[in-house]
């Protein structure tokens, strides 16, 4: 007799607003357009290490692109109100698969004055917390090869590298980026 699969995991309440401690994701929608816009253009160069330009330039159609893909639930990072409640970045659930049970968290970015206050950190173990409760069982962060900072905090995090996807895309500058690829079981997680 063969085992019976588990149920597929639940797409639907993935993308809610979520709390943490000093912010909150929430639904990323179009009434965020012009704050993440500002909150985006406080750090032009870091786009070059992106896929996608989120800088000035490149903004409204990335944005357009972000909410028109049914394949990403993006989130609006906001400050907690009794901080200022000003929204400070974005990010979201990737390649969502219910039947697989597997994701990825990405597109994330801060404004440079929130990096390294442990916002991401606190927002990624709520996003993992909140996959794996909602029935996902792995999770992957697909990361530029060149990005050795967004490398070392998914590794704090207790993701394994499992490899290098060699010339995985190019990006919006015509790099050909390598992708290095983590991933985070609910068994590594819960341990």
């Not at 597929?8 to 401690?21: E, I, K, N, S, V």
């Not at 929608?29 to 996608?52: E, F, K, Q």
């Not at 697989?100 to 173990?125: C, D, F, H, V, W």
Request: hydrophobic share 45%; glycine share 10%.
């Amino acid at each position: 007799m063969m085992p019976t699969p588990p149920p597929p995991a639940d797409r639907d309440r993935l993308h809610q607003p979520l709390r943490g401690a000093g912010f909150a994701l929430l639904p990323l929608g179009p009434a965020h357009r012009d704050a993440l816009a500002a909150a985006c253009a406080a750090d032009p160069d870091i786009w070059d290490m992106y896929a996608s330009n989120f800088g000035p330039e490149g903004f409204d159609a990335n944005f357009a692109a972000l909410l028109g893909n049914a394949g990403r639930l993006p989130f609006a990072i906001v400050a907690d109100e009794a901080v200022d409640g000003a929204l400070i970045g974005m990010t979201a659930y990737l390649r969502v698969d219910p039947g697989a049970q597997t994701l990825e968290i990405g597109n994330s970015y801060l404004a440079p004055e929130r990096r390294g206050t442990g916002i991401n950190g606190r927002m990624k173990r709520l996003m993992i917390d909140h996959a794996f409760a909602c029935g996902f069982r792995r999770i992957e962060f697909r990361i530029d090869a060149r990005n050795l900072r967004s490398q070392a905090a998914v590794r704090k995090l207790g993701a394994a590298q499992e490899g290098v996807l060699r010339a995985e895309r190019v990006t919006w500058t015509g790099h050909v980026r390598d992708t290095v690829l983590f991933g985070l079981l609910e068994s590594d997680w819960a341990a």
